[in-house]
């Protein structure tokens, strides 16, 4: 279907906002007016969003104030596959068009001419139901659509060609030969096939697993490893090798362990991954974390999130605070860095300078300048924090805080009128003084700096399209609830498995948090070095509740299951 060219008002009026928030000077805005006078308004469009004219997110938010339409990015929200699926795959194609969920009987679809009403009409002819359109750009909807238009046994279907039966013998190749087989076209499609799949499916991590008669495939998703294949045993070392050309690893090194990073180019982005190889005595394990598409991976706000009423309050109150280091902790993957983030886009205004110091950089965020750590050149966390201060910072995020300097000049500027955000890897909130203590920062300078600790969980989320009730048994009420014989009927609730949520019951994950807000009392506490169980009593009195209150308060909504709760959460407080 041929794309109209826009109406002359809409394109004078794009034109206009550009050149009134100066966002291109005149002679910019006279070649975009040649160019829609020239090319249909799609074309003009991607051109801008690839180019540094104007780039992505700029172009279609303008946009969809000229049409007023709401401007979504495809790859930053949730698509539901049945949504999806209700528009073929040539027709999206052909149309730049993919939709995105269903609300009772209305379908909202993204559309690169999402004010054509022609395209509107013959979309609900085809879908049978209303449709509410929503404009994104066509470089985004075609990338949304080689996401999730792909087969979802594409690996199958690859791991069944007769090619994979002619591939040689591994350990009868040398290294020349092993490139070459990691180089070829079966290899390839295979690795892509695979990493399409993870990106589609919210998967974390994607491990490739030597057995003596054959490889593992399986991936994370929704915090829980998912076997996806069986590997012929002669293609994982095949698979390893490519991946690790493309991280520019030793090859022939197979004794000692590796890591390295790699790009993959998804149509108009680039999603990146981390990776880390470990010799077993089957071959070597690769395990790849997947960190993000660039710039796509949207952050979401903390209203978003789920996060309690009796949490979300104090926790804005402490993110408002002029100066003190606030720590999220937990273990690795538990979503430290979504919530600071979060926490960060909430107190990212004109008038804040924000330095973020990362490893890696997972997230970009619009005014603010973040840091890439580089231990091989020097870049640490403790030099560059150095540097940081000296750049009149508001905000400083750092990533981790993984030693006694970087912790010390983390208090320090705290002291010195700065608000911190950090991360910690500890079991509870309070667990982070005193892991903090027992780094050797001064209590001296840790009580008067700290002013706030967020402990959290990842715990998988029941599948909304097969939720049900399930009966709650006496035994259970009585674990969980001091006065179960006066509770009335509770419903929990289960997945009962679909093909939405590939039959587990879950489908992406919810945070459960624990909050410790510094008080008089437990500063004078840290000063004195109290111990980890008087502090946890002190944050008890101070209105403290452990991680599975927050988690039995999300079984209750129907957000997850007790066993999730239980697979998380320790059954007390840490002495």
Known sequence: MKTSHPPEKAADRFLQILGDRELLDDYELN?????????????????????????????????????????????????????????????????????????????????????????????????????SPVFSLPGDIDDAIALHYREPDAIADLLKKEEWKSLPAFDTLDDHQVAELAQSTPVIRLLEAVLLFALRDRGTDIHFQPQESHGLLRVRIDGRLQTVARLPVHLGPALVSR?????????????LPQDGRFSFSLGNHSAHFRVSTLPGIHGEKV????????????????????????????????????????FVTGPTGSGKTTTLYAALEEINKPHTNIVTIEDPVEYQLENITQVQINRAAGLTFATVLRSVLRQDPDVILLGEIRDLETARIAAEAALTGHLVFATLHTNSAVQAIVRLVDMGVEP??????????????????????????????????????????????????????????????????????????????????????????????????NGTRPLRYDGLRKVLLGLTTIEEVERVTPDEWSS
């Open 31 to 131: 070649q975009i007016r040649n160019e829609f006078r020239s090319h249909p308004a799609i074309e003009v469009l991607n051109g801008l969003a690839r180019s540094n004219r104007l780039g992505r997110k700029l172009t279609g938010e303008v946009w969809s104030e000229v049409i007023g339409m709401a401007h979504v990015d495809p790859l930053t929200v949730i698509i539901e596959p049945e949504a999806a699926r209700a528009i073929p795959a040539e027709i999206a194609r052909q149309v730049k068009v993919i939709g995105l969920h269903r609300f009772a009987d209305t379908l909202t679809v993204a559309m690169a001419s999402a004010h054509d009403p022609l395209l509107v009409a013959r979309l609900e002819k085809i879908t049978g139901c209303p449709v």
């Open 243 to 255: 991946v690790k050309i493309l991280c520019k690893l030793d090859i022939s090194e197979r004794r």
């Open 287 to 326: 395990v790849i974390r997947i960190l993000t598409i660039a710039g796509q991976k949207g952050v979401l706000s903390l209203d978003r999130m789920h996060v309690s009423r009796a949490i979300l309050d104090p926790l804005r109150r402490i993110i408002s605070h002029p100066n003190g280091v606030f």
């Open 444 to 541: 001296f300078m840790l009580a008067p700096s700290m002013i706030g600790v967020l402990s959290q969980r990842l715990v998988a989320r029941i599948c909304e399209h097969c939720r049900e009730p399930v009966p709650v048994s006496t035994r259970v009420l009585e674990k969980y609830f001091y006065d179960a014989d006066q509770c009335g009927e509770i419903l929990f609730y289960r997945g009962a498995g679909c093909p939405e949520c590939r039959n587990t019951g879950y489908h992406g994950r919810v945070a459960i948090h624990e909050l410790v807000i510094i008080s008089e009392e437990m500063r004078a506490m840290i000063s004195r070095g109290a111990s980890n169980k008087e502090l946890n009593e002190a944050a008890r009195r």
